[in-house]
């Protein structure tokens, strides 16, 4: 969905249009609604406006640099590392140099340029009923014996590139090319839909095995999602590669812009994202995971089970991911 919108908080308004109202300006491809409780109690926690314009990570990456020094954002968020690397390269973004994040955020989690402030993991759910034998790992997928079984989305998203991408940096390109065939050889129908379709797939018998990321399932346990809730508890959820290297993990993230107007103002607000009370709206209002450790994520995320996180690094990932779309190109992984 394409939109913008431009959100100026009460502090503006009560600060009326002086030159001296502190403000930032935030430039976000993240579409979850409770990030509006997370810019208000940055409001009134710092007195600082938030003007916010949401709109496509690409969208924004290309407005931000083709604005230059006349831009006017301050900070790019959105989700996958695929993207925040995306805006990376485009120059767009200045170093952080925040004591807080380096202190806060596993190292894994972030470069110079841009912090994770939340995770999110991508699992492999299964109908109880038809899968007595679950793959326990990403390669697992693989096997011939889940011929006709597995249902992904398309190649063409950012999810599908970042996760072929940290096998890459796992197991070296011929182990990912290996790997895309036999996925691509086992699947059940065509990629198509989103990670919610792929759940609702197993619902309505069409899959047996599917990848999506953890919080869609929380979604569907939290509330009603239709298609989903109703069969919601014949899915099982294997965490991968518990007994190797953990399960592949990727992010929201945040960086302050190169020509930011309000550069400490920007540096506040990622110092913000770290904090309890933001970590905690950030996250458990996706169901995503908070990156400070000692937060609590949603109770739906809790009732799903903890798991070991790969912890590769998901700078290398990023910049596999170019190699990973290739491999999808090269086997016809649609
Ligand atoms: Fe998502």
Redesign the pocket.
């Known amino acids: 969905m394409h939109k913008t919108i431009t959100v100026t908080l009460l502090a503006s308004l009560l600060m009326g249009a002086s030159a001296m109202a502190e403000e930032v300006n935030v430039y976000s491809s993240r579409h979850y609604d409770t990030d509006d409780a997370f810019f208000a109690a940055f409001t009134d926690a710092t007195g600082i406006a938030v003007n916010r314009i949401e709109d496509d990570a690409d969208v924004l990456i290309e407005r931000i640099r083709s604005e230059g020094e006349l831009g006017a954002a301050d900070v790019f968020i959105t989700?996958d590392v695929g993207r925040i690397a995306r805006a990376d390269e485009a120059g767009i973004f200045q170093p952080l140099e925040i004591e807080a994040v380096e202190e806060k955020v596993a190292e894994n989690l972030r470069t110079d340029d841009w912090t994770a402030f939340s995770t999110?993991a991508r699992l492999i759910f299964i109908d109880k009923a038809d899968v007595s034998d679950p793959p326990q790992t990403y390669a697992d997928l693989a096997d011939p014996k889940y011929k006709g079984m597995v249902c992904t989305r398309s190649s063409s998203n950012v999810?599908m590139q970042s996760l072929l991408a940290s096998i890459i940096v796992n197991e070296g390109e011929d182990a990912a090319r290996a790997w895309a065939e036999g996925v691509m050889a086992n699947l059940a129908r065509d990629p198509e839909g989103g990670?919610t379709d792929q759940l609702r797939g197993i619902v309505s018998g069409e899959c047996d095995i599917a990848l999506a990321?953890h919080?869609?399932f929380a979604r569907g346990l939290a509330g009603e999602v239709s298609g989903l809730t109703e069969g919601i508890d014949g899915i099982g959820i294997v965490w991968p590669n518990q007994e190797t290297n953990g399960t592949h993990v990727n992010i929201s993230a945040i960086g302050v812009t190169k020509n930011a107007p309000n550069p400490e103002n920007a540096r506040k607000l990622v110092k913000f994202t770290l904090t309890p009370e933001a970590q905690h709206l950030l996250a458990s209002g996706n169901n995503e995971y908070p990156v400070v450790e000692g937060i609590e994520p949603s109770e739906a995320a809790v009732t799903m089970g903890s798991f070991t996180a790969d912890t590769v690094p998901l700078g290398d990932v990023a910049a596999a991911s170019t190699a990973a779309q290739k491999i999808y190109n090269e086997v016809g992984y649609k």
Do not use: A, I, Q
């Open positions: 989700v999110r999810y990670d990321n919080y869609y």
